[in-house]
Structure formats: structure tokens, C-alpha cells
């Protein structure tokens, strides 16, 4: 006798959402899966997008243009860090940061992109990785985006797979020297610190020999 269980008519109708009225806008009824304070923060977002970033956006890509002064507004909002506890940054949960970076997304890509180098390739390893005294020096001064930051992976021979990486880090009194080189870094031209991957031995195998330093 097989004892699986079959899943009862309840759950295939909410499956298939019988009776429930298709919303385009919402097609995967994510709106009711939303606590209050996600609904406000997904509403914050997309009135700001909505109408302050998107009226820019069109001469920003006819210019070849990019306005620092829309990060400053971000901070200014709590959209940079986001997910980081303390220093200046909201704390909000991962959904909620997900909210934000979708409804940036939904005008443009560019700077959903930059709020993401920001906010998780940039601010984020400095708050799990580095030491305290990087901490309170950096991250509040970049949640307010007085301070940008770029994330150093991708190479010209391997692209973005750390596993080709040629990039190497040696120990030196005093600290670290770089050496290789890195290409396609947003915020690169404008960043004021970097978050550069190197490899620090020679291992042919991507384990254990790379870091963030």
C-alpha cells in the first residue's frame, strides 16, 4: 500500500487560484504575501522611481550621463545598505530590499544596478568582512552615498568566474599588494573606495584562494 499522500481538492484549487480575479499588474498575487511595512517600503519606492528618477532618465541615456546626486537621494531615503543593521542603514528584511530594487528596475536598469553595487557588492562584505573600524568608517558615509564604492571581479581573460581569476593579492609590510587587472567595475570612474577579488596563492583550484581585501 502506498502511504504518500495525495494533496486534497483544498490545495489544488488554491493552487490553481480558482475564483481568484487575474490582476496583470499582480499576476502572482504577490501583493498579498506583503506585511504592512513591505507594502510602505515597495510604496516609497516606486513613488520615488515613478516620479523622480523616471522624468531623468531619458536624457540621462541620450547624454551618456549619470547623476550622482540620484545616489544621495537613495540615501536620503534609506534605500542604500539597506538590509545592514546600524550604522545609518535601515535594517529592513531581504524582501524588502528585493521591493526596492524592483521597482527601480521597472525604469531603469542602470541605476538598479548602481543601488545593488552600492548597497550588497560594496557596503555589504565591509559590514560581514571587514574589521569594526572599516565599519564605522565607511558604511555610514556611503548609506548617505557621500562615498561610492565599486566591486572589483570581472577580468578580461575569464570574465566574472573567480575560479580563472589572475588577479593576486601578496602580503607586504603594511598590508597588501595588487597586482592583474579588472574591467566592466560600475561606479569604477566615480568610486571612492574599492572592494577588489584577488587570488591570494597560486592553487590551481578556486577553493579557499581567493578574498575580498
Given amino acids: 500500500m502506498?502511504?504518500?499522500?495525495?494533496?486534497?481538492?483544498?490545495?489544488?484549487?488554491?493552487?490553481?487560484?480558482?475564483?481568484?480575479?487575474?490582476?496583470?499588474?499582480?499576476?502572482?498575487?504577490?501583493?498579498?504575501?506583503?506585511?504592512p511595512e513591505e507594502v510602505m517600503i515597495r510604496d516609497s519606492a516606486r513613488t520615488y522611481a515613478q516620479e523622480r528618477l523616471m522624468p531623468r532618465i531619458l536624457l540621462a541615456h541620450r547624454h551618456e550621463d549619470f547623476d550622482v546626486e540620484v545616489m544621495r537621494e537613495m540615501g536620503a531615503l534609506g534605500f542604500l545598505g539597506a538590509t545592514i543593521q546600524g550604522f545609518g542603514c535601515a535594517g529592513i528584511s531581504y524582501v524588502g530590499y528585493g521591493l526596492i530594487a524592483r521597482e527601480f528596475e521597472r525604469v531603469d536598469t542602470a541605476f538598479r544596478s548602481a543601488l545593488g553595487v552600492q548597497s550588497t557588492l560594496s557596503m555589504m562584505p565591509i559590514y560581514l568582512f571587514g574589521s569594526q573600524e572599516q565599519r564605522e568608517r565607511y558604511l555610514p558615509a556611503m548609506a548617505r552615498a557621500d562615498k561610492l564604492g565599486c566591486f572589483g571581479l570581472t577580468e578580461p581573460d575569464h570574465g566574472s568566474d573567480p575560479g580563472g581569476m589572475k588577479s593576486r593579492a601578496r602580503k607586504v609590510d603594511g598590508g597588501w599588494r595588487l597586482s592583474g587587472s579588472k574591467t566592466w567595475i560600475t561606479h569604477a570612474p566615480i568610486a571612492?573606495?574599492?572592494?577588489?577579488?584577488?587570488?591570494?596563492?597560486?592553487?590551481?583550484?578556486?577553493?579557499?584562494?581567493?578574498?575580498?581585501?
Fill in 192 to 213: 571612492d573606495l574599492m572592494v577588489v577579488w584577488p587570488r591570494t596563492t597560486r592553487a590551481a583550484s578556486a577553493a579557499g584562494s581567493s578574498s575580498a581585501a
Fill in 2 to 35: 502506498n502511504d504518500d499522500a495525495l494533496p486534497d481538492d483544498d490545495l489544488l484549487r488554491r493552487a490553481g487560484m480558482q475564483g481568484v480575479p487575474f490582476d496583470w499588474q499582480d499576476a502572482l498575487r504577490l501583493d498579498d504575501q506583503l506585511t
